[in-house]
């Protein structure tokens, strides 16, 4: 089955600077890349993804990149926030096979 | 935060008793999920459910029972052979057309 491993666990990061979160997935089959993100306490929200036949993709201060041949993937937070502190979570999964696999998450904290 | 409800959102319980977490849906949403989130192991899929009448097994169903008796319902049962039942148990739900997941707010369980 599917394997996705995500780096690193934790980051700090001064506001207004970037974040880079990073992961991996094993099977060249999986073809659908969501992140989710989950504040403190509340339910984890999708804020991006990806499908295989595009190599990124941004949405104001967040973008995702995808390399299908490293088959590796990853979350850029550009000017960050107080209000993007959180868990982010990345996922793999094929496009007509609804089972997500999750990635063990990435602690962002953003210093004031 | 309607579409996806579940309930309690803190449940205890003695250990050797069975409880049953509940979860309901108001998208028409086709498939259902139950995960287990334990801190620094990110989500865990127990079971899931694509069509009424059916579901499968996750990759850590044992000591969990699920029934799908109706589309919007999707009741999760952690009986006695789970050997270690305190977690935070996320239920979420998708459209069979797309992967998109939305969440519930999520059920502490806490077994003592």
């Known amino acids: 089955g599917e394997n996705v491993e995500q780096h690193p666990s934790t980051l700090s990061v001064q506001e207004g600077d970037s974040a880079v979160i990073k992961c991996t997935y094993s099977?060249?089959?999986?073809?659908?890349f969501p992140w989710y993100k989950q504040e403190l306490g509340k339910r984890p929200q999708l804020i991006i993804d990806?499908?295989?036949?595009?190599g990124e993709k941004k949405d104001q201060r967040i973008a995702v990149t995808l390399n299908k041949t490293a088959k590796h993937f990853s979350l850029h937070i550009t000017e960050t926030q107080p209000e993007d502190s959180a868990v982010y979570f990345c996922?793999?999964?094929?496009?007509?096979?609804?089972?997500?696999?999750f990635g063990t998450g990435t602690r962002l904290t953003i210093i004031p | 935060d309607g579409g996806i409800t579940q309930s309690p959102k803190y449940l205890f319980r003695k250990e050797g008793q069975n409880v049953t977490l509940s979860c309901e849906q108001n998208?028409?949403?086709?498939?259902m999920y139950w995960y287990r989130q334990d801190p620094g192991q990110g989500l865990r899929l127990i079971y899931y459910?694509?069509?009424?009448?059916?579901?499968q097994k996750g990759d850590i169903a044992e000591g969990y029972s699920v029934s799908r008796e109706k589309k919007e319902s999707f009741p999760l049962t952690v009986t006695s052979a789970q050997k270690n039942p305190t977690a935070f148990y996320l239920c979420?739900?998708?459209?069979?057309?797309?992967?998109?997941?939305?969440f519930g707010p999520g059920t502490r369980l806490t077994v003592t």
């Open positions: 996922a793999a999964s094929t496009v007509g096979n609804e089972k997500l696999t």
């Open positions: 979420a739900s998708s459209d069979l057309a797309g992967v998109e997941q939305y």
């Open positions: 459910s694509q069509i009424v009448n059916d579901f």
């Open positions: 099977d060249s089959a999986s073809n659908y």
């Open positions: 998208l028409n949403h086709d498939a």
């Open positions: 990806i499908r295989s036949n595009v």
